[in-house]
T-cell receptor
Framework: EAQVTQNPRYLITVTGKKLTVTCSQN?????MSWYRQDPGLGLRQIYY???????DKGDVPEGYKVSRKEKRNFPLILESPSPNQTSLYFC????????????FGPGTRLTVT | SQQGEEDPQALSIQEGENATMNCSYK?????LQWYRQNSGRGLVHLILIRSNEREKHSGRLRVTLDTSKKSSSLLITASRAADTASYFC?????????FGTGTRLQVFP
């Protein structure tokens, strides 16, 4: 089944404790991205990747890191999480670019205390 | 940057009625996409309309695009309780996809 998976689905952590949210797709998609969703603000793009080893900042990249060492994986790293990073996070992928249909993962609800 | 803005923010209707949602955007586009999100879950792609298209249909969905007014509308005909969700338009800004804040649709049985 074609899908985007994220782990963990729920995470409660404390300020400053490094964490990684994994994202994997099995559709051989080139384009992958991370979004955060907050009430009243909609979805905002954090980082995106056009292909392996090619990543770029979205609208809200501060406090986040990403890497794209393999085509299928695109982990989101929070080196020192803060309470303002409490949010619902989505990973998405598409065949070629932001032009085309995006496939979303199920989401990761992160709470930073 | 906020490229798409949906209107209304919330909409409540009875089953069987039609629901219309509007999206306005700021810059020129190559295409515009509509997505649905059930509460707290991942977004699901509904339909993509290219800038040279004026109208597109998919089942009970009808999307129009007016590039001169920089606006698009999504019409759901004969709505069902299962259509209850948030609906987002999305447009491309170079290599980024920009989503609006969405319209929350509630369909009462």
């Amino acid at each position: 089944e074609a899908q985007v998976t994220q782990n963990p689905r729920y995470l409660i952590t404390v300020t400053g404790k490094k964490l990684t949210v994994t994202c994997s797709q099995n559709m051989n998609h080139e384009y992958m991205s991370w979004y955060r969703q907050d009430p009243g603000l909609g979805l905002r793009q954090i980082y995106y990747s056009m292909n392996v080893e090619v990543t770029d900042k979205g609208d809200v990249p501060e406090g986040y890191k990403v890497s794209r060492k393999e085509k299928r994986n695109f982990p989101l790293i929070l080196e020192s999480p803060s309470p303002n990073q409490t949010s619902l996070y989505f990973c998405a992928s598409s065949r070629t670019s932001a032009y085309t249909e995006q496939y979303f993962g199920p989401g990761t609800r992160l709470t930073v205390t | 940057s906020q490229q798409g803005e949906e209107d209304p923010q919330a909409l409540s209707i009875q089953e069987g009625e039609n629901a219309t949602m509007n999206c306005s955007y700021k810059t020129s586009i190559n295409n515009l996409q509509w997505y649905r999100q059930n509460s707290g879950r991942g977004l699901v792609h509904l339909i993509l309309i290219r800038s040279n298209e004026r109208e597109k249909h998919s089942g009970r969905l009808r999307v129009t695009l007016d590039t001169s007014k920089k606006s698009s509308s999504l019409l759901i005909t004969a709505s069902r309780a299962a259509d209850t969700a948030s609906y987002f338009c999305a447009t491309r800004d170079i290599d980024k996809l920009i989503f609006g804040t969405g319209t929350r649709l509630q369909v009462f049985p």
